[in-house]
């Protein structure tokens, strides 16, 4: 039986040809760069984090790896705490240590690129009550590895767990974690938002463990129980990893974003990586398209994936945000380590999202 493979919106390609990376390697032995600027690391707080349920926060571990607590839940984006990344050693330690990363009630993973899911990092995070939700197409592989509370998801698809609704959304990119599995499952980012109506905030730990055993049954995650209105954190986008594409728009047009985490890095040679990788300018572009709030980059400063460097990526980013005249504040530059605070709304959905600093 022939396997599935999966394509891009419009079906844009990323596929290279032999010729095209030989040019790229000789490119790079004449090119000179300095790594000497480290992102800042800072302390984490963990007693904060490990007794907090009902703040939302998001702190970057690095790379494209957050951990995020939202309306109750626990999560973790992408989870890579490897020391190295193929022959290349890691720029900064995690902004956390993995042991001391709270009890995860679900981890996100946007594609099966190495540096996207890392498994070592994925069985030390992964308990008996910890929903992984991944592309369309990768399950399989998953269970095969050991971890069977799996759920996977085609674009626009959503799940509801407890008073949160997850939604897994188009990106422009590609997969492959051996020579023959290549685009064999899919690739995407995904939308948090709140579910509207919710249990009361003295059953929301009843409705995690509810709503997270019917989805894996493929029930309803809500039987009618009584509902009501709780305070609201803004909707959070997790970009994962793509290039420009139009659908920034369309997703900008579907929800109504409060926090986007933007790649930034893994861009030079653009040449190269164009079709599968954001430029500084590029994830403006989209940020903008997006209609958000607010944007923390990601994606830079952990790995030496491409040509540029933390400072090039952040330099222009900097840059291309005074030309288009963005308010400063609107784009949230993190450290390893460092936890951004969000306040919840009371009623109106469309209110300013309560973005503390």
Known sequence: MAKIRYNNIDNVSTDKTLKEFKQWREQRRRKVKDYSYKVPKHEPELDYLHANREETTITWIGHSTFFIQYYGLNIVTDPVWAEKMGFQRRLGAPGIPIQDIPPLDV???????????????LRKLVTSKTL????????????????????????????????????????????????FDTNTSHWGGYILEPNHAVRASEESAAALETSVSDVLDGQRAHKGEPMLQKAC?????????????KEFKTIGERFDIGVTLMPIGAYDPEWFMTSQHVTPEEALQGFVETKSQLM??????????????????LDRLEAERKRLGIAEERIRVL???????????????????????
């Open 296 to 313: 923390v980059p990601m994606h830079y400063g952990t790995f030496k994936l491409a040509d540029d460097t933390p400072k090039e990526a």
């Open 132 to 179: 992984l939700i991944v592309p369309d197409g990768l399950r399989r592989k998953m269970i095969r590895k050991g971890f069977h509370r799996c759920q996977e998801m085609k674009w626009w698809e959503h799940i509801v767990l407890g008073g949160v609704k997850i939604t897994f959304v188009p990106a422009q990119h590609w997969t492959r974690r051996t020579l």
């Open 107 to 121: 981890i996100l993973i946007s594609h099966s690129h190495y540096d996207h899911l890392h498994l070592a990092s």
């Open 335 to 357: 450290g390893h380590g460092e936890t951004l605070r969000i306040r919840h709304e009371a009623d109106d959905m469309n209110q300013d999202a309560g973005l503390e600093r």
């Open 233 to 245: 954190p803004p909707v959070v986008y997790f970009v994962g990893d793509t290039g420009y594409f």
